[in-house]
């Protein structure tokens, strides 16, 4: 799943990508960089972001997932958004996937827009307010805590009649580095197997910050922890250098890594 953030203001790459022909620019890279999945996100969800409503989310969108599925029809697009509004105006334009980074919290018609749509949905673990999405919280138990989430979430959106759901940890979001480090380190014993799972490590501050690191300079320490995390069942990971994690992944199936 390549990155492609419609905004001004992303932490790592806002503003390279907000006008059309840049972004389609960047979309038929990414592909050819080996991504299966394009991403769009037109509101930053970095600490301090401006808030955007629904309407302002569209129009950012603008002609971006048609042209997209015009250019290139083998591309699937998820769009990360936490606004049902938002989300049937994509389904309309073609979108593929939902990607709700607030878990139905933000927005309470989100799970029955979802189970209108069909299509599948990304369940990310997060706080339950936007204003408290990046408040660090210590938890007694991060899987336990992270799979308590999952298992009531995904009962909710069974019964709403949404079934096909990949489950994201939520890497990034008001978590401690070191729950963050013992998530990576227990990836296998989230979501109990039931549903895939996508993670989202790309550039985040957990990595780069205890290095004393650019969000840019940790290639190599992500490549390392995406083997880990690939090994342990992951099956999407979420990236903005999509030919450095698409790499990670041939080494990964070739059997060259050994765990």
Excluded: C, W
Excluded at 43 to 62: D, K, V
Excluded at 74 to 98: C, P, R, W
Excluded at 232 to 250: F, M, N, P
Aim: aromatic content about 8%; hydrophobic content about 35%; proline content about 3%.
């Amino acid at each position: 799943m390549g990155i492609l953030n419609l905004t001004p203001d992303s932490f790592s790459d806002g503003g390279k990508f907000n006008n059309e022909k840049s972004a389609l620019e960047q979309t038929e890279k990414m592909l050819k960089d080996g991504a299966e999945i394009i991403d769009i996100g037109p509101q930053s969800t970095r600490p301090n972001a401006e808030f955007l409503s629904a309407g302002e989310e569209i129009r950012r969108i603008g002609n971006m997932i048609l042209l997209i599925k015009k250019e290139f029809p083998e591309a699937l697009v998820s769009l990360d958004t936490f606004y049902s509004e938002t989300v049937k105006f994509g389904f309309n334009e073609g979108m593929d996937i939902i990607n709700d980074i607030s878990g139905g919290h933000y927005d309470n018609n989100m799970f029955e827009t979802a189970a209108e749509t069909k299509l599948p949905y990304i369940l990310m673990h997060v706080n339950p307010s936007y204003e408290t999405m990046h408040d660090k919280i210590k938890f007694a138990d991060i899987t336990l805590s992270v799979n308590q989430y999952f298992s009531e979430k995904t009962a909710e959106l069974l019964e709403k009649g949404v079934s096909d759901i990949i489950l994201d940890p939520g890497f990034g979001f008001g978590k401690t580095v070191e729950d963050q480090m013992k998530m990576i380190d227990e990836v296998r014993y989230l979501g109990f197997g039931r549903f895939p799972l996508l993670i989202g490590i790309s550039r985040k501050s957990f990595i780069y910050k205890p290095l004393g690191k650019s969000s840019l300079d940790i290639n190599e320490e992500t490549q390392k922890l995406h083997i880990k995390v690939l090994q342990q069942g992951a099956k999407i990971l979420r990236v903005h250098d999509v030919a450095e994690a698409k790499k990670t992944i041939d080494l990964f199936e070739s059997g060259s890594v050994v765990e």
